[in-house]
């Protein structure tokens, strides 16, 4: 089995910064992508950084220039540095990633827990 594990969030100000990570452990051949996705309350998930193989990276609008999702393949961790935060985002934030189990195998998706990420004074 593959255990993706998310770590990192918590209570910031306005304009502050926090930095999350999450792991994949187990059963693993190769991840092709990895991205971070959030909730926010009566709100659907949605896609806020992703990075795929060859290190392509995409986000959504209203984060670019304030967050960067980085990986380190050796570890199968990836990472959100968020920087200016904003109430806006508050929401749970998901991990998940790509993964292939064997060589030539299908790639599975697999989630995280999820962490609070909370921006609030």
């Known amino acids: 089995q593959v255990q993706v594990v998310e770590s990192g969030g918590g209570l910031v100000q306005p304009g502050g910064s926090l930095r999350l990570s999450c792991a994949a452990s187990?059963?693993?051949?190769?991840?092709?992508?990895m991205a971070w996705h959030r909730q926010a309350p009566g709100k659907q998930r949605e896609l806020v950084a992703g990075s795929r193989s060859g290190g392509i990276t995409n986000y959504v609008d209203s984060v670019k220039g304030r967050f960067t999702i980085s990986r380190d393949n050796a570890k199968n961790t990836v990472y959100l540095q968020m920087n200016s935060l904003k109430p806006e985002d508050t929401a749970v934030y998901y991990c998940?990633?790509?993964?292939?189990?064997?060589?030539?195998?299908?790639?599975?998706?697999?989630w995280g827990q999820g962490t609070q990420v909370t921006v609030s004074s």
């Open positions: 998940n990633a790509g993964v292939t189990r064997t060589a030539g195998g299908p790639t599975f998706s697999f």
């Open positions: 187990g059963s693993i051949f190769s991840i092709s992508s």
